[in-house]
C-alpha cells in the first residue's frame, strides 16, 4: 500500500483554517466581507471575550436559500468566480470559497438566512464542519452568522492566541476601518454586550468616519480627493503635528480591500518627509483605487497584501499626488493659517496654536517639500553642549524653541523633547526609589480599546513606576 493519502474534506478544511483563521478578528474579516458582497446596507457585529466565546456578524444583504445554505459550507463553493478570466477583473472580497468551511470546521455555527420575497429563512447548524441539522425557520431578511467556541477542536491554537482585550481592540479596529472604507453602509459594534460604536448608513461624512477611525480630532484632520491616469486617492490625511511613534495611524485600502504593505508606508513617509519629527510616522486614512487587472489581491492566504503590476509607477504617484495636496491643506496653502507649529505638542484647551508664514518663507518650505533636503548642504557639525548649566537663555521663538548661548555659539533647545526628557529622568529617578505620590483626585483618560489593551498588558511595569490604573465606565 502507498504512504500517500488523500486528506478528507474535514483535515483539508482545518488546514485552510490554519490559513485563514489566524485568530478571532480574521473571523470577523471574513464575514464581514461577505456582508458586504452581499450587498447589505447594515451590518451588526457582536463579539464576547474576544470573540472567543462567540461572534456574530448580522446583515440585511441579500441573503441565501436552503440551496445556497447547503453550497456555502462546502469549500471550493462560490457565487463569485465563474472562470479563470475573472480573478483579473475581480470586484468583491472573496472569491476562493474556502472562509466559511473554513471557519465552520473549528467552531460551532449556526447559520440563519432569508432573501427577499422569500416567505422563510433556513436555519443550519454545523458542527466541526459537519452539517448536522437544516430546516426552514422564521428570519428578517439577510443572513446572520453565529461563531462559538472558536477553536474548541484545536485547542493548540488556544495556546498561542494573544489575550482576550487584544482580540476585542482588533476586532474593533477592523470594523472602524470597514466603516471609513464603506460610508453608505451603516456598522454598528457591540464588545462584550456593551456598544463600541455606531454609525448609519446616511452618515456618510469622510472626517467623521476617519475620526472613529484614527481617533484624531476632526479639526487636524484634511479630506483629499485626487485621480490620475492610473489611480485615484480619495481619504483624510492628518495635519503634521498629528503623529505617532507607529505606523498603526497610517490605514490603507487599495480597491476597498483593508491591506498592509510596506510600499504603501514608505510612499506616505516620503511625501511627509519634510514636515514631520524624525522618529515620528504620520496619520492618514488612504482609499486607493485602480483598475482590478492592475493589481493582484490573491497572493496572500488572508488577502491581507496585494501586489501592485507597476510597483514603481504606483508608489511614484502617490507621492507626487499627496505631496500635491499637503500643498493645498489649510496649514500649508498661501494666505491661510496653520493649524499648529510643525513638531510641536497637539494644544490644549484654552490655547491657540494658529501661525502664519510669510509668502517668501511659505514659497521657500514649500520648494523643500518637493525634494528632500541633501546632506551634503550640512558642512559643520551640530554643538554638542554637555552641560546645559552653563549656557545663558537669549529669546525664544514662537513658544516651541529655547535660543541659549554658549562659549562655542547659539544653542537650539526644543522645549517639547526637553520636556519629554525632565519626564522620563523624574520617572526614571522615581522607579528607582519606589515612592510615589497620591493624587488628590484621580486623573481620567479616555483610550480606545487597543490603548486599553495596551495598558492592561502592561499594567505591573506601570504600577512598578509609581502609576496605579484602574479601569472604570
Known amino acids: 500500500m502507498g504512504k500517500i493519502v488523500e486528506l478528507s474534506q474535514q483535515v483539508a478544511n482545518q488546514i485552510a483554517a490554519g490559513e485563514v483563521v489566524e485568530r478571532p478578528a480574521?473571523?470577523?474579516?471574513?464575514?464581514?466581507?461577505?456582508?458586504?458582497?452581499?450587498?447589505?446596507?447594515?451590518?451588526?457585529v457582536r463579539v464576547k471575550?474576544?470573540?472567543?466565546?462567540?461572534?456574530?456578524?448580522?446583515?440585511?444583504?441579500?441573503g441565501m436559500d436552503e440551496a445556497d445554505v447547503r453550497l456555502a459550507t462546502r469549500r471550493y463553493a462560490t457565487s463569485k468566480l465563474n472562470s479563470v478570466s475573472d480573478l483579473e477583473n475581480l470586484h468583491t472580497f472573496g472569491f476562493r470559497g474556502e472562509a466559511l468551511p473554513s471557519i465552520a470546521s473549528i467552531s460551532q455555527m449556526l447559520i440563519t438566512s432569508r432573501p427577499d420575497k422569500h416567505e422563510h429563512g433556513t436555519r443550519a447548524e454545523i458542527d466541526a464542519g459537519v452539517l448536522?441539522?437544516?430546516?426552514?425557520?422564521?428570519?428578517?431578511?439577510?443572513?446572520?452568522?453565529e461563531v462559538r467556541d472558536l477553536f474548541f477542536n484545536v485547542p493548540a491554537r488556544l495556546k498561542f492566541a494573544k489575550s482576550k482585550g487584544v482580540e476585542a481592540s482588533e476586532i474593533d479596529r477592523f470594523l472602524r476601518a470597514m466603516a471609513f472604507a464603506h460610508p453608505d453602509i451603516g456598522f454598528r459594534c457591540f464588545i462584550d454586550d456593551k456598544l463600541s460604536f455606531s454609525c448609519t448608513s446616511e452618515s456618510s461624512n469622510a472626517l467623521a468616519r476617519a475620526h472613529l477611525l484614527l481617533g484624531e480630532d476632526q479639526?487636524?484632520?484634511?479630506?483629499?480627493?485626487?485621480?490620475?491616469?492610473?489611480?485615484?486617492?480619495?481619504?483624510?490625511?492628518g495635519a503634521p503635528m498629528v503623529q505617532r511613534r507607529d505606523t498603526r495611524g497610517m490605514v490603507f485600502f487599495v480597491n476597498n480591500r483593508l491591506v498592509s504593505d510596506k510600499k504603501l508606508v514608505i510612499a506616505i513617509k516620503t511625501a511627509f518627509q519634510s514636515l514631520i519629527e524624525v522618529?515620528?510616522?504620520?496619520?492618514?486614512?488612504?482609499?486607493?483605487?485602480?483598475?482590478?487587472?492592475?493589481?493582484?489581491?490573491?497572493?496572500?492566504?488572508?488577502?491581507?497584501?496585494?501586489?501592485?503590476?507597476?510597483?514603481?509607477?504606483?508608489?511614484?504617484?502617490?507621492?507626487?499626488?499627496?505631496?500635491?495636496?499637503?500643498?493645498?491643506?489649510?496649514?500649508?496653502?498661501s494666505g491661510e493659517e496653520l493649524r499648529a507649529p510643525i513638531g510641536t505638542p497637539r494644544p490644549i484647551a484654552g490655547q491657540s496654536l494658529y501661525l502664519f508664514r510669510s509668502g517668501r518663507e511659505r514659497s521657500g518650505f514649500l520648494q523643500d517639500l518637493s525634494s528632500p533636503p541633501s546632506s551634503a548642504a550640512?558642512?559643520?557639525?551640530?554643538?554638542?553642549?554637555p552641560d546645559f548649566s552653563s549656557l545663558r537663555a537669549i529669546g525664544q521663538i514662537s513658544s516651541t524653541y529655547l535660543l541659549l548661548e554658549s562659549e562655542q555659539g547659539l544653542v537650539i533647545v526644543d522645549q517639547h523633547a526637553a520636556h519629554e526628557r525632565v519626564m522620563y529622568e523624574r520617572l526614571r529617578d522615581r522607579h528607582r526609589v519606589n515612592l510615589p505620590t497620591m493624587l488628590l483626585l484621580p486623573i481620567a483618560i479616555d483610550l480606545d480599546l487597543s490603548s486599553m489593551a495596551l495598558l492592561e498588558s502592561h499594567a505591573s511595569e506601570i504600577k512598578a513606576l509609581g502609576i496605579e490604573a484602574e479601569k472604570f465606565g
Open 26 to 44: 480574521s473571523v470577523v474579516k471574513e464575514l464581514v466581507e461577505n456582508s458586504i458582497d452581499a450587498g447589505a446596507r447594515n451590518i451588526e
Open 49 to 62: 471575550n474576544g470573540g472567543f466565546a462567540y461572534i456574530v456578524v448580522q446583515d440585511d444583504g441579500l
Open 132 to 145: 448536522v441539522e437544516i430546516s426552514k425557520a422564521g428570519a428578517a431578511f439577510g443572513t446572520r452568522i
Open 219 to 237: 479639526r487636524y484632520l484634511y479630506e483629499l480627493r485626487t485621480d490620475t491616469e492610473l489611480l485615484s486617492i480619495h481619504g483624510v490625511i
Open 279 to 333: 522618529g515620528f510616522q504620520p496619520v492618514c486614512a488612504l482609499k486607493i483605487a485602480m483598475a482590478p487587472d492592475e493589481v493582484d489581491v490573491n497572493v496572500h492566504p488572508r488577502k491581507a497584501e496585494v501586489r501592485f503590476r507597476n510597483d514603481k509607477e504606483v508608489v511614484s504617484q502617490i507621492i507626487g499626488e499627496l505631496r500635491k495636496a499637503l500643498a493645498k491643506t489649510p496649514w500649508l496653502s
Open 378 to 385: 550640512i558642512k559643520t557639525p551640530l554643538l554638542y553642549a
